[in-house]
């Protein structure tokens, strides 16, 4: 089977490699599309993040989805045929943190695409029938990739308590804050402030229901939202300067949430965290979102498709980063189908 690997920085090439064996307990899923990450990017440019150090040749990719093509004999509820979706990290099972069902903390967890565990650019994975997910008829295979990156955005909605009639505000407008302005809609925000200093994607944002959309380009944010109280802000960009106005930017008693991956150390407003009272949450992937993600999109009060401007085949993924590395490209979400 082919698959994309990566040898080390800026040098991936397409091999064929042995189909992997799955045991009684394990299903064996045809990948059909997988959503390129901006961890994949970071991984690909420079071979870390943080203290996740590609030390040998690694396949990319983790927002997947495909179809089985074989089940192990103990498994039940999946079949062969089945349109699936991928929940890219299989925990131990038998921490303290999946003991309470925190198991997006698992230190032991098996996530894929990041080292040294393989991801879904290949045509074939053996994985945990436990995260893998039955796809409703009308759900593409391309939302169902994209059910990460939603379930992200599920997880920092719930985190920011936001509810009806709440004003929240969005701090970046890539895939990721596309897909919290999906969730925050449906836990009932009222106005949703999104910015960004691309107009591309701001465009995208209006047309998924962005109240407004501020480019801190060319606009001062502090005058654009001074006699708006914000309930919620969610930093979905990682930028410090960004990071440091959602503290400044929150109403008092509001909730900040942080998503974006930024630098290690950064220096904050802390007397304007303490005076105002505020509750600030980091939060690490994901847990227990898969269900109700799949339920939103059948029911199509969340659309992520559109958010997809390029799609690749495998053996184009070289072209898919250097459109994903081209800061005059406009694009959201990069595509590969296998």
Request: hydrophobic share 35%.
């Amino acid at each position: 089977m082919k698959a994309a690997i990566l040898k080390k920085p800026k040098e991936i090439i397409i091999k064929d490699i042995p189909e992997p064996e799955y045991g009684d307990n394990e299903i064996l899923i045809n990948i059909k599309e997988v959503g390129l990450c901006g961890s994949d990017v970071h991984y690909y440019n420079t071979g870390r993040i943080g203290d996740f150090i590609v030390e040998k040749p690694i396949i990319l990719g983790h927002e997947s989805s495909g179809i089985i093509a074989e089940v192990g004999k103990n498994v039940k509820g999946l079949k062969v045929g089945d349109r699936v979706t991928i929940e890219p990290g299989v925990p131990c099972y038998s921490c303290n943190y999946c003991k309470k069902g925190d198991y997006n903390l698992c230190p032991n967890i098996r996530f894929m695409a990041t080292p040294p565990y393989d991801g879904a650019f290949v045509e074939y994975v053996a994985y945990d029938p436990n995260f893998v997910y039955k796809l409703p008829s009308n759900v593409s295979f391309t939302s169902g990739a994209l059910i990460e990156p939603l379930s992200v955005g599920y997880s920092a909605s719930k985190r920011a308590k936001i509810g009806p009639g709440d004003k929240v505000l969005i701090l970046g407008s890539g895939p990721i804050a596309i897909s919290i302005l999906e969730i925050t809609k449906t836990f009932g925000a009222s106005r949703i402030y999104i910015t960004d200093i691309n107009d591309f994607r701001l465009e995208i944002a209006k047309k998924h229901g962005a109240y407004k959309t501020i480019n801190i380009r060319k606009q001062d944010i502090f005058k654009e939202l001074e006699d708006i109280k914000i309930d919620s802000v969610i930093e979905a960009s990682g930028v410090e300067s960004s990071i440091i106005n959602s503290i400044k930017l929150v109403k008092p008693e509001g909730t900040v949430v942080w998503v974006g991956m930024g630098k290690d150390d950064i220096e904050i407003p802390y007397s304007k965290l303490t005076s105002k009272d505020l509750t600030v949450e980091g939060i690490f992937r994901y847990r227990n979102t898969y269900p109700s993600i799949i339920s939103l999109l059948e029911e199509k009060k969340v659309n992520i498709e559109d958010i997809a401007t390029h799609y690749f085949k495998l053996d184009e993924i070289d072209k898919a980063f250097n459109v994903a590395n081209n800061p005059n490209a406009d694009k959201m979400k990069i595509i590969i189908r296998i």
